[in-house]
């Protein structure tokens, strides 16, 4: 899990992402928080890259992040 607030930084390893094998792939998941902060983080509503698709947490996970 790679976390970031910083769009340029997400875009960039995500088209390293999208040249690399399924096995790396499968191992890395990119999130960015753009209000990433020392004391916030709001992942719920996060930008996520895995598996060359782009979805959000939520739906990378599921709804129910409570159980």
């Known amino acids: 899990l790679f976390i970031t607030n ?4 997400f875009r960039t390893y995500k088209r390293y992402l999208e ?3 399924s096995d790396a792939q499968e191992a890395i998941i990119l999130l960015m928080d753009r209000k990433l902060s020392v004391t916030k983080f709001q992942f719920e509503d996060s930008r996520c890259f895995y598996l060359g698709k ?3 947490f939520k739906t ?3 709804d129910d992040l409570a159980s």
């Open 6 to 9: 910083k769009e340029p930084l």
């Open 19 to 21: 040249e690399m094998n």
């Open 54 to 56: 782009e979805t959000n």
């Open 60 to 62: 990378l996970f599921g």
